[in-house]
């Protein structure tokens, strides 16, 4: 007997598999927007503050110490509890909340518990939005969805569109008018996953449920090698990101010289960057490998802040960013899509919370407070270093991995 089923029910789960990756796509995006604000900003709060670059190191390290707490916390429940949707809209409004708050103090006091506030709110929206899309997503799109959710997603609207907009609002109004602007794109968003997300995707067997209420002890979850090289991937790589999207506008306008025009110009071209190897790099790893991919891309990663010492030329600095900002399309492998196909379903929100958690507290948190210090110690140029020294250390780490790509795995089991 023909099932006359099957084909419309796979046309029904590759729409919803279509319309989650856009909704989840936007909603992270937005995070990503509000989270960049303060680095673009910053030039002109100095005006009304006078931020260190300890202080400034200060408030990305908070913000990323609350986003670990908040993501380890948040995948341990939604494991716990089987429910992802719930914890992703009241987390999306409240980060637009607070990071709509931002505006209305009145010095770094403020500014700090503000950032914190958002960094607990934030924290949640990743591993929840990882877990729905991998449970949506073809074998063959796996990587290449997570990669538009996570990289690309925060690279269009973080490192695109965040510079253009915020730079703007803040010349012709006021930097605290940039900041209020925020609360409105995550309202939507959260509406949307309200009436569209599917706590469970079409793709997801009968039994996924069951399977998942299995809670898998922690310590099992911490026995895996990948998930343990993962962690440490994390932490080398957010120091690499967070001390460059840091401290690159300020070391571009008080080291370089540019003009605000001109930084919010090359910090765009690392938003390209951004969103081109966001879907590339994991493409790309589901045909070579999780692992090669890694190792490539992050070996090309060590020259971009060095680039921002070395080249003086706006123009010329802003393509080399655009070759070398590659490691934004690496953290989804080591975030999301390798911890995916490494532990049982029942532990998948608590290992992607785990490895951001963890990354995001000492890279995230300690990271950029360390960079801070050093770059009034030495100048900013040592921030710029010690990003650099962060990449190295992933690529060394990338050897202790094990492959988890499925057509990678099924050619040498054939071989």
Do not use: H
């Not at 202080?55 to 380890?72: D, H, P, R």
């Not at 010289?257 to 994991?282: D, E, K, Q, R, Y």
């Amino acid at each position: 007997m023909t099932d006359t089923t099957a084909a419309p029910d796979a046309r029904a789960a590759d729409r919803y598999e279509i319309r989650l990756l856009v909704i989840l796509f936007l909603s992270f995006g937005f995070v990503f927007f509000d989270r960049q604000a303060l680095s673009f900003l910053t030039p002109y709060m100095n005006k009304d503050f006078g931020l260190s670059n300890a202080e400034l190191g200060t408030l990305s390290g908070v913000l990323a110490l609350t986003w670990a707490l908040a993501g380890m916390f948040a995948g341990r429940l939604s494991d716990a509890l089987g429910r992802r949707k719930p914890i992703l809209i009241v987390t999306v409004v409240l980060f637009s909340l607070f990071s709509a708050s931002s505006g209305l103090m009145g010095g770094f006091a403020g500014l700090l518990v503000a950032r914190a506030l958002m960094g607990t709110a934030e924290g949640a929206v990743l591993p929840m939005a990882q877990s729905l899309m991998v449970e949506a997503s073809r074998e063959s799109r796996r990587g290449l969805n997570m990669g538009l959710l996570q990289g690309s997603s925060a690279g269009l609207l973080g490192g695109i569109l965040a510079p253009l907009v915020v730079v703007w609002i803040a010349e012709t109004y006021d930097w605290r008018v940039a900041f209020y602007v925020t609360i409105i794109p995550g309202l939507v968003m959260a509406a949307l996953i309200w009436k569209f997300v599917r706590e469970r995707s079409p793709r997801t067997p009968a039994e996924a449920p069951r399977a998942a209420a299995v809670r898998v002890p922690l310590g099992e979850v911490l026995k895996l090698r990948n998930i343990v090289v993962c962690m440490l991937i994390a932490c080398c790589y957010l120091t690499w990101f967070v001390t460059i999207i840091t401290f690159t506008p300020t070391y571009l306008t008080e080291v370089k010289g540019f003009s605000p025009g001109t930084m919010s110009g090359v910090m765009t071209c690392l938003g390209v960057a951004w969103v081109l190897w966001g879907f590339v790099t994991p493409a790309i790893s589901d045909r070579i490998g999780r692992k090669a991919a890694l190792i490539g891309f992050t070996a090309l990663a060590v020259c971009c802040p060095l680039a921002v010492v070395y080249v003086e030329g706006p123009v010329l600095l802003g393509a080399i960013m655009v070759v070398t900002y590659t490691g934004l399309g690496c953290f989804t492998l080591f975030m999301a899509t390798i911890p995916a196909e490494t532990v049982p379903r029942g532990a998948l929100a608590t290992a992607l919370g785990l490895i951001m958690g963890v990354g995001e507290l000492a890279g995230g948190f300690l990271g950029p407070m360390v960079a801070g210090r050093a770059a009034d110690q030495w100048g900013l140029q040592a921030a710029m270093f010690i990003a650099a020294g962060g990449a190295l250390v992933v690529v060394a780490l990338c050897f202790a991995l094990k492959e988890t790509a499925p057509a990678v795995l099924r050619r040498r089991a054939a071989a």
